[in-house]
């Protein structure tokens, strides 16, 4: 059927003929940027089901009942056990285990789809909450650590598939908005768990652990996400904002995608990119381990709430620096670059002089803001901006992929690549606090870390265009192409609506 792009309020397509007349042209290489004709249901409410919002809705969603419980349980400190390295020893297993599906997250979203992904990824959620509150209730560690490992398979799926979709489904100049929303619901699940948290530790201004039941509230929260799974909608049939489809490539056969993976995996940009993929949440397991040792149960469960509260508030604001429609792509790149790399660099610095006068200190002091109040802050309000700068770089990081492909299958490639090495990082940070005494070798290598992957990221901001792309439109078979902007300008003169196939529906 035909796409329902309109001209004061009467539809325009594009049809075969428009070919000859140089108003489209016929090709047949891949554009990863085109967007697709597609039909429009004549339903309101389909229409809705169909958005990109409703899609971002789900899939923020599915970070609220999975991900965003599994960073409020990491926010406690040591996942609010009474010492961090079990729950150290867990998340290192978790993050190995990630590491080689989400490496293959392209080929595999290119298989089955992002709405079977997401629901791979939502069956093992409540694996991470039962894990912690065995653990907790029992003392059974084995099944912690069996039940991050299996977590660990189930979420890869879901990272890629959030990755692919986030970077592909928005418009060019709402992607940093979407981008936000998904931060936001992330966050919103870690302070709903944080302020349950509090609630039932705000007694305990001591060391120690949480109580078992804090672990049930996360829990059932983490049951939520297989029904909102359940509610995706096929990546051909989303429908933008403006009426076009989601950028998609014809469908390719594993080994093609092997090869476009490895392919991809071996870019000079890709390799650039590498140190700060690893980088961007290297600081969970240091920054868990830290709180664990130098804090109070309650001032931990403070943290799990304060954190992405401030996250929440920030981060849309940050996203509205990367929307901006008055600067080219290339600036707001930069711009963004500099107000979260400054504000890491002072954490970084900061901590530095926190663990040298922890080292200085009985290894039972537990700060807490009731107690000392004005020493617990300043050692505290570190965490604080790492918890908001992580998600900045997030965002950033999403973005700036996004200025390089739009389509789906390459997304899911790139997005795969990333949180791979993402997870690489996790599982080495996580891995190092399990069996060190000294607080400096990890943050040592975190301020390293740092060192080597801002000046290379840097590079890759450079290779952004100056202006926004104009974007393309084609069918599902890649015959026809046109500028978007000339269609929605009602520039081709003498067209009505025109049946066109939608060829390669089989593309996921």
């Known amino acids: 059927m035909a796409s329902d792009k309109k001209k004061d309020g009467a539809p325009v397509a594009v049809t075969e003929s428009d070919v000859a007349f140089g108003v489209v042209e016929q090709v047949t290489e891949d554009d990863c940027y085109a967007v697709r004709v597609i039909e429009i249901p004549k339903s309101k409410w389909k229409r809705r089901f169909r958005s990109v919002v409703f899609q971002m809705v789900l899939l923020s969603l599915?970070?609220?009942s999975g991900p965003s419980m599994s960073n409020a349980i990491s926010a406690l400190g040591g996942g609010g056990l009474a010492t961090p390295y079990t729950a150290n020893t867990a998340s290192a297993v978790q993050y190995s285990t990630s590491i080689l599906v989400a490496m293959f997250g392209g080929p595999f979203i290119s298989t089955i789809g992002i709405p079977v992904a997401c629901m791979i990824g939502a069956v093992g959620f409540p694996l991470s909450g039962s894990g912690f509150y065995v653990n907790s209730k029992y003392g059974v560690?084995?099944?912690?650590?069996?039940?991050?490992?299996?977590?660990?398979?189930?979420?890869?799926?879901?990272?890629?598939?959030?990755?692919?979709?986030?970077?592909?489904?928005?418009?060019?100049?709402?992607?940093?908005?979407?981008?936000?929303?998904?931060?936001v619901m992330r966050n919103l699940g870690s302070i709903i768990a944080g302020a349950i948290s509090l609630a039932l530790n705000i007694t305990r201004n001591g060391q120690g652990g949480v109580t078992p039941n804090t672990y049930l509230a996360f829990l059932g929260m983490e049951c939520i996400g297989l029904p909102a799974a359940f509610l995706l909608t096929k990546t051909r049939k989303v429908i933008r904002s403006d009426g076009w489809g989601v950028p998609l490539l014809p469908k390719k056969s594993w080994k093609e995608e092997c090869k476009l993976l490895l392919a991809h995996h071996m870019q000079k940009r890709t390799l650039l990119l590498i140190p700060v993929y690893i980088l961007t949440y290297f600081g969970d397991g240091v920054w868990g381990t830290y709180l664990s040792l130098h804090f109070s149960v309650r001032a931990r469960a403070l943290s799990a709430l304060v954190g992405p509260l401030v996250a929440v508030v920030m981060n849309p604001l940050f996203g509205k620096i990367l929307d901006m429609k008055s600067l080219?792509?290339?600036?707001?790149?930069?711009?963004?670059?500099w107000v979260w790399t400054l504000p890491t660099l002072g954490m970084l610095i900061w901590v530095m002089y926190n663990l040298k006068w922890f080292s200085d200190q009985p290894e039972t002091l537990r700060l807490d803001y009731q107690v000392n109040t004005g020493l617990w802050f300043a050692m505290w309000f570190p965490y604080l901006i790492y918890v908001v700068n992580a998600w900045m770089s997030q965002t950033l990081v999403y973005w700036v992929l996004g200025q390089f492909a739009s389509?789906?299958?390459?997304?899911?490639?790139?997005?795969?690549?990333?949180?791979?090495?993402?997870?690489?990082?996790?599982?080495?940070?996580?891995g190092i606090n399990s069996h060190t005494n000294s607080q400096f070798i990890p943050f040592g290598i975190y301020f390293g870390?740092?060192?080597?992957?801002?000046?290379?990221?840097?590079?890759?901001l450079l290779e952004i265009p100056v202006e926004e792309r104009v974007l393309k439109v084609r069918t599902d078979d890649g015959q026809i192409i046109a500028d978007a902007d000339k269609i929605q300008r009602g520039a081709i003169d003498g067209t009505a609506i025109a049946d066109i196939e939608t060829r390669g529906a089989d593309t996921k």
């Open 407 to 430: 389509d789906v299958s390459t997304n899911a490639r790139t997005g795969g690549v990333f949180r791979s090495w993402e997870t690489v990082g996790q599982a080495v940070s996580y």
């Open 449 to 460: 870390l740092f060192v080597v992957a801002m000046p290379l990221f840097f590079q890759v």
């Open 62 to 64: 599915l970070s609220f």
């Open 328 to 337: 080219g792509p290339r600036r707001k790149g930069i711009i963004a670059f």
């Open 141 to 183: 560690q084995w099944y912690l650590i069996f039940a991050k490992a299996i977590y660990g398979i189930t979420s890869a799926f879901l990272y890629v598939a959030e990755a692919s979709s986030m970077i592909s489904y928005p418009e060019q100049h709402r992607r940093g908005f979407y981008i936000s929303l998904w931060v």
